[in-house]
């Protein structure tokens, strides 16, 4: 009571002027700000409009119902050239997920690896694993996707010269990697469910076997359980159906080969200069989870008697992955950004196909840009709300 | 404070209204700068491109060199911003070029959607193909199954899916950005044809490892009208444009060229005397001097000097005349009368 | 039990042992030093290890040799054009990039003219290595030479101003723009990214989500669509008749780009000093502006040095993007100079990327050792 009184009878004279209040000045301050962007922005869409209408250029949305009329190499959804430029979009942006979805898989593993091997006390695999990592940050990524596919791919020899693998079912050449292709018969969808099934079992049989071990002390050898549902059963339900499949074999036939599936080289290029330099980053965030963890945890476990490895998966493990995770989904989502290079090697990808083709098709330049922005805006956003969450469910609770 | 606002928003009206007051003088402008900025492509032998001095020749380039030449006299005053094909609508359409001369198809959308307004026909063009030799193919209707390259974002691209969709021929697309990197993958046999306007495959063949282990089919499956445009909303830009390809043609079908220029000035024929502005106000009622096309021929030539220079008999090129050659001779170049 | 007790107290009652001659000495452990011991802990500790030592070693083997074959034993060193390079079972084909050096430096810029990228780049290195070697003195004055009166000097020498003949941008290429890119980006990003995250701390809401939403809408997409937007799309955001060069544009674009991750790592910085330093300041009367320049910002910003080097290091691999809109830099020009008839053989691809990739790496591998090292040097004040 007495404080605030004298507070304000002492800041009183304080304030001589105006000028020199912080609560006036901050107000003066974010108004000229909103001034300067309402400006920007005011000035940047009526010069937009302006122009576009001086010059009678089609603006809108209405495109994207449009016959495309383009054809695209490859597409996990139906798509011909009658399809509308709308169905192009969705081919690309289901391109980009599905490259990125794949490198993630794969730059994790090897990130894990080269990760746990740079912390190895085996010299020849530490400093492997650190030229790898060294190697690979530190030369643009641009530049290994365009060596992956213009120094490794393109040298392959032409479909005539095939490499040919596996009892000649598979060949390499620069047309890409084609494999045979397996054609569902009546009775593969018995086998599919098999799998569904052995999944749900399995992961029902994991739940009651940590519910025991939490209250009884037992351990049930849940994963060769449940890798024998997975696998085992399915396998049984295989051949005891007589395998419900066909295969198509690729063979040569004019210019290229026909059947079978091909895995085109524009693909692979972008899979493996995607996968091996996040590999590179992932890595350090996997050596710095370790690091992070102290010594103390694993001297405590060794001295209750576990075994490195054992120590490495129940100790140092979960405790490094609460510092490994927040940086590894910025990794995922760079890798999902940086799939966007794909424009350079030719992968149909959402920029390739939309911000690339699309726009110079309808010379929207502004409506295609803005939406494609729009869409790697949402992903970065939906990674860092998934980010936020984690992070609330792991902090440590301390006692 | 309310100074400040006022200023500010008085400021922003100012800058916009003067960006408004600025718009349709494109002459006015070039003047001012004394420069025509020309869009061309990244380098298209025959068309744009730049040879090992770094300076930019081909049939495109000449285009906006004879209106550099009609408005100052002077062949150099252009600059040149290689475009890639996404950039170069909104290059034209932003003001950032003067007049986009390379190697575009007129087509309907492209006049009335994207803001442009095509000038003319610099080069009668079709889409063609080239594969290697060793192919054995001599139709492209022996094509179903191949591997494509082609340039993405080109009526090319829409041609090609047309034409086999038409044919029940499947292919397979391999789709780049840019024209180094189809050139590339075609030279790497990432792809069995490369298709485009015949004219580029003509160029393009020229610069791959062993030009004579690839041939052009015969067959054209479409029309490609090429020609320069300029920005809608300015008629007197368009018009000196227009008047600058018609004026190249015109002098040709007089016979007037950059050897004979002299003898011409002193003709009395009243055709050649109007069109070197020796009768008539023709070059200042379109803003320009009424000696405009006697610049164009000094320091151009003609079209046909242009086209033989360029890509015809006298360029590696060695393209025939063929459409582009003058009305009188089979061909479908024709220069409006200056009148 | 009683006799061991009587035995101790007889021991005891007797005269103490007086020993009056060495030990023998013991002879020394066997060595756990040398080559052989390192072995052993080092690659043989256990048999999975030596299992892995042996992998390891066979693929070595099997990747290193023919590397330095390729790379230097069979590698053709000079020739004029392409039929030096054609030869069967031959390596890299150093001769491409010793014949096209100067492009790969330069790009197109008039060679007549080219020292004065040279000037610009000795000036460059004049200023940069004081600066960064801790011991030199004049620190204030280098830092304001290399940060404000060289961008203008390198300004004028290279755009060619004052009587210098110009020299157009579309002119510039090779490892000369790679770096304008990215040195232009690096000076721009640290103070934008300096205010924009003390915007986003700011106590004004307005600033603070004014902020908020500029970090996160560059962070958020990838910087081909940017380069796109800034090439493509900005033009058509201004009044008419007002165009930026090209390369300025692509500037612009990478220079927000930077700076909106050089905001998070400086944020980081920032939220990492102790509130009673802020207090502390605050106790003693200075202003907003005093308290971030003299006691927050010099903390905040040593605490960060390596991730503002890991951004510099990014934002110099990502200026290679500008060859998708068109613009020549290191990666581009070689890329262009694959196209060379002159020059089409099996190895000068592979042979171009394998230069550009040593000098990426140089570049970038010299940085992060040398943000290793600063933060060595400074890490005295924590822990």
């Known amino acids: 009571m007495t404080i605030a009184t004298i507070d304000s009878s002492a800041s009183q004279p304080a304030r001589a002027s105006l000028f020199y209040d912080p609560v006036i000045r901050g107000v003066v301050f974010q108004v000229l700000l909103a001034l300067f962007i309402i400006y920007l922005v005011y000035s940047g869409v009526t010069n937009a409009a302006n122009n576009l209408a001086r010059a009678g250029i089609a603006t809108g949305f209405g495109f994207l119902n449009n016959r495309a009329g383009f054809d695209i190499g490859q597409s996990l959804i139906p798509y011909t050239a009658n399809s509308t430029y709308r169905q192009a979009f969705f081919v690309g942006l289901t391109n980009t997920i599905f490259v990125a979805a794949i490198g993630i898989f794969f730059a994790t593993i090897l990130g894990f690896i080269v990760g746990i091997a740079r912390l190895s006390k085996n010299f020849l695999v530490r400093k492997v694993a650190e030229v790898y990592v060294e190697t690979l940050r530190n030369i643009p990524l641009l530049l290994q996707l365009l060596f992956w596919y213009k120094a490794v791919l393109s040298a392959l020899p032409a479909p005539r010269g095939s490499i040919e693998m596996f009892n000649s079912s598979v060949f390499l050449n620069n047309r890409g990697l084609i494999m045979p292709q397996y054609l569902a018969e009546a009775g593969a969808s018995i086998f599919y469910a098999s799998i569904a099934i052995g999944i749900a079992v399995a992961v029902v049989i994991a739940r009651w076997a940590k519910k025991r071990q939490m209250a009884t002390g037992q351990i049930f050898p849940t994963i060769r359980v449940a890798l024998g549902l997975i696998i085992g059963v399915p396998l049984v339900v295989l051949f005891v159906l007589g395998v419900p499949f066909t295969a198509e074999y690729p063979e040569l036939s004019g210019f290229n080969f026909r059947g079978g599936t091909t895995i085109r080289p524009e693909f692979m290029a972008l899979l493996l200069g995607l996968s091996l330099y996040t590999a590179a980053f992932i890595a350090e965030i996997v050596r710095a989870g370790i690091l992070a963890v102290s010594k103390g945890q694993t001297e405590a476990a060794?001295?209750?008697?576990?075994?490195?490895?054992?120590?490495?998966?129940?100790?140092?493990?979960?405790?490094?992955?609460?510092?490994?995770?927040?940086?590894?989904?910025?990794?995922?989502?760079?890798?999902?950004?940086?799939?966007?290079?794909?424009?350079?090697?030719?992968?149909?990808?959402?920029?390739s196909v939309f911000s690339g083709t699309v726009a110079n098709q309808t010379g929207q330049a502004v409506e295609v840009i803005s939406i494609t922005m729009i869409v790697y805006l949402t992903l970065s956003l939906l990674t860092s709300a998934f980010m936020n969450w984690f992070n609330s469910r792991v902090a440590l609770v301390e006692r | 404070m309310t100074k400040i606002i006022l200023s500010a928003v008085a400021g922003a009206a100012a800058l916009t209204l003067g960006a408004h007051a600025a718009s349709a003088q494109t002459l006015e402008a070039v003047k001012a700068k004394g420069y025509i900025q020309c869009g061309v492509s990244t380098g298209l032998a025959g068309f744009s491109n730049t040879d090992d001095a770094g300076e930019w020749t081909g049939l495109d380039v000449d285009f906006c060199r004879a209106m550099a030449a009609a408005i100052f006299d002077d062949p150099e005053a252009v600059r040149f911003s290689p475009l890639s094909a996404v950039e170069r609508f909104t290059a034209l359409q932003s003001g950032e070029i003067d007049v986009l001369s390379r190697n575009t198809t007129w087509t309907m959308s492209r006049d009335t959607a994207l803001g442009l307004n095509f000038v003319g026909v610099t080069f009668y063009d079709g889409q063609g193909f080239m594969v290697p030799a060793e192919l054995n193919v001599d139709s492209a209707l022996q094509l179903s199954g191949a591997s494509v390259c082609v340039q993405s974002g080109t009526t090319t691209e829409l041609n090609l899916t047309d034409y086999f969709s038409a044919n029940n021929m499947e292919y397979n697309p391999v789709v780049f950005e840019g024209l180094e990197e189809v050139n590339a993958a075609y030279n790497a046999g990432r792809c069995d044809v490369y298709t485009t306007d015949s004219s580029g495959l003509y160029a393009i063949r020229l610069t791959l490892d062993n030009p004579d282990d690839h041939v052009v089919l015969p067959e054209l499956i479409s029309k490609e009208p090429l020609g320069p445009a300029v920005r809608r909303g300015d008629d007197q830009w368009f018009g000196i444009a227009k008047w600058v390809y018609y004026g190249l043609v015109y002098a040709e079908e007089l016979g007037i060229s950059s050897e004979n220029l002299e003898e011409m000035l002193a003709s009395e024929n009243p055709d050649v005397r109007r069109a070197l502005g020796g009768d008539g106000t023709f070059g200042a009622d379109m803003g320009l001097e009424n000696d405009w096309l006697v610049k164009i021929v000094r320091h151009v030539g003609n079209y046909g000097e242009v086209f033989e220079r360029n890509v015809g008999a006298d360029s590696p090129l060695q393209i025939e005349r063929g459409l582009n050659a003058l009305y009188t001779d089979g061909g479908l170049q024709y220069g409006m009368p200056i009148r | 039990m009683s006799d061991t007790h009587a035995e101790t107290d007889v021991a005891t009652t007797r005269l103490a042992f007086v020993r009056d001659d060495f030990l023998k000495s013991e002879a020394p452990p066997v060595r756990e030093g040398g080559f052989g011991h390192w072995l052993k802990v080092n690659l043989f500790a256990t048999p999975k290890d030596t299992i892995l030592t042996i992998l390891m070693a066979l693929f070595l083997a099997w990747i290193l040799p023919p590397l330095f074959n390729w790379a230097f034993f069979s590698a053709v060193w000079d020739g004029s054009n392409r039929e030096a390079c054609l030869g069967e079972g031959q390596g890299a084909c150093w001769a491409f990039v010793d014949a096209k050096f100067g492009q790969f430096m330069y790009g197109r810029y008039p060679i007549d003219e080219r020292w004065r990228v040279d000037l610009t780049a000795i000036l460059l290195i004049v200023s940069l290595v004081p600066l960064a070697i801790p011991s030199v003195p004049y620190k204030k004055f280098n830092a304001i030479f290399l940060l404000v009166i060289f961008p203008i000097i390198a300004f004028i020498l290279l755009t060619g101003q004052f009587g210098l003949p110009p020299v157009r941008t579309d002119l510039w290429g090779g490892l000369l723009v790679t770096l304008v890119?990215?040195?232009?980006?690096?000076?721009?990003?640290?103070?934008?990214?300096?205010?924009?995250?003390?915007?986003?701390?700011?106590?004004?809401?307005?600033?603070?989500?004014?902020?908020?939403?500029?970090?996160e809408f560059w962070r958020g997409v990838p910087l081909i669509t940017i380069l796109f937007m800034s090439s493509v799309m900005l033009p058509l955001f201004l009044p008419d008749g007002v165009t930026f060069d090209k390369l300025l544009r692509a500037l612009v674009g990478v220079a927000f780009f930077a700076s909106a991750y050089m905001a998070e790592v400086i944020r980081g910085g920032l939220?990492?000093?102790?509130?009673?330093?802020?207090?502390?300041?605050?106790?003693?009367?200075?202003?907003?502006?005093?308290?971030?320049?003299?006691?927050?910002?010099?903390?905040?910003?040593t605490l960060v040095i390596p991730g503002i080097v890991n951004t510099f290091i990014?934002?110099?691999?990502?200026?290679?993007?500008?060859?998708?809109?068109?613009?020549?830099?290191?990666?581009?020009?070689?890329?262009?100079?694959?196209?060379?008839?002159?020059w089409a053989a099996p190895q000068t691809a592979i042979t171009g990327f394998a230069f550009a990739a040593l000098v990426y790496f140089i570049f970038c591998f010299g940085m992060s050792k040398y943000s290793l090292y600063m933060e060595r040097r400074l890490d005295t004040s924590h822990r």
Not at chain 1, 305 to 319: A, Y
Not at chain 1, 335 to 341: D, I, P, V, Y
Not at chain 3, 188 to 197: C, E, F, N, T
């Open chain 3, 271 to 301: 939220q990492a000093i102790p509130k009673g330093q802020y207090e502390a300041a605050d106790a003693m009367g200075l202003s907003y502006w005093q308290k971030m320049r003299l006691i927050i910002l010099p903390q905040a910003l």
């Open chain 3, 181 to 215: 890119v990215a040195i232009v980006g690096i000076v721009v990003s640290l103070p934008l990214g300096v205010l924009l995250a003390l915007g986003r701390r700011s106590h004004l809401p307005f600033v603070k989500y004014a902020s908020i939403v500029f970090i």
């Open chain 1, 302 to 351: 060794f001295s209750l008697g576990l075994r490195p490895n054992t120590t490495m998966r129940l100790v140092i493990i979960p405790q490094a992955l609460r510092v490994i995770i927040p940086p590894l989904t910025s990794q995922y989502l760079n890798l999902t950004k940086n799939s966007s290079l794909a424009i350079a090697v030719g992968y149909p990808d959402l920029v």
């Open chain 3, 314 to 342: 990014g934002l110099f691999k990502d200026t290679s993007l500008v060859l998708i809109i068109g613009i020549f830099d290191l990666l581009g020009i070689v890329q262009l100079n694959f196209a060379d008839p002159n």
